[in-house]
Antibody
Framework: DVQLSESGGGLMQPGESLRLSCAAS????????MSWVRQAPGKEMEWLAS????????PEADPVKGRLTISRDNARKTLYLQLNDLIVEDTAVYYC???????????????WGQGTLVTVSS | DIVLTQSAGPLSLSAGDTVSLSCRAS???????LAWYQHKPGQAPRLLIY???RRASGIADKFSGSGSGTDFTLTISGLEPEDSAVYYC?????????FGQGTKVEI
């Protein structure tokens, strides 16, 4: 079975940096594009960024442009998200999600993790 | 960005009912690249439908998708208590990929 397990969430202060991990199992990790999606309280899901199976990355979504880095370690079967200069509006559940092939264009999400909650508050 | 607007909820329905959930796009979703997800509290979202009408692997045929252009529908027949969830549509025709606000269905 495909499993995606996010970690690294918690209470953060404005201005801090966040690093989330997503451990993958049950599929050939390097053969699939991966994404980060978040959902703030009471708001719709928001796609943040994607990375191809080989490590090519998309431009990030506007709300996190210049602050977010997505990366992956295929040997460790792990996806990462680094988000700098956190603001209160970054408070959300962060999900990692798998695409249906190794490229990140026209991407829907075949499998998702359960998410990790990030709260940004002073 | 393509804005997706879904049916207002919550919808309170009875077991055995059939429900049609709407997803309307602010501009044409090219190639009908639209997906539907089911999301229950505390669980991972689950892909139900992709390419507007193709059922994902393992999804029961009680879930069906239809529509094209700017108007899409997810129909769930023979509702059961376990179908209680929030249902989201997502377009992947034009970046950034965007989601609707979700429709909560209560059985």
């Amino acid at each position: 079975d495909v499993q995606l397990s996010e970690s690294g969430g918690g209470l953060m202060q404005p201005g801090e940096s966040l690093r989330l991990s997503c451990a993958a199992s049950g599929f050939s990790f390097s053969s699939y594009a991966m994404s980060w999606v978040r959902q703030a309280p009471g708001k719709e899901m928001e796609w943040l960024a994607s990375v191809s199976g080989g490590g090519s990355v998309t431009p990030e979504a506007d709300p996190v442009k210049g602050r977010l880095t997505i990366s992956r370690d295929n040997a460790r079967k792990t996806l990462y998200l680094q988000l700098n200069d956190l603001i209160v509006e970054d408070t959300a559940v962060y999900y990692c999600a798998r695409g249906d092939n190794d490229w990140y264009s026209n991407m829907y999400f075949v499998d998702w993790g359960q998410g990790t909650l990030v709260t940004v508050s002073s | 960005d393509i804005v997706l607007t879904q049916s207002a909820g919550p919808l309170s329905l009875s077991a055995g009912d059939t429900v049609s959930l709407s997803c309307r796009a602010s501009r044409t979703v090219g190639s009908n690249w639209l997906a539907w997800y089911q999301h229950k509290p505390g669980q991972a979202p689950r892909l139900l439908i992709y390419n507007a009408y193709r059922r994902a692997s393992g999804i029961a045929d009680k879930f069906s998708g239809s529509g094209s252009g700017t108007d899409f529908t997810l129909t769930i027949s023979g509702l059961e208590p376990e179908d209680s969830a929030v249902y989201y549509c997502q377009q992947y025709s034009r970046s950034p990929w965007t989601f609707g606000q979700g429709t909560k269905v209560e059985i």
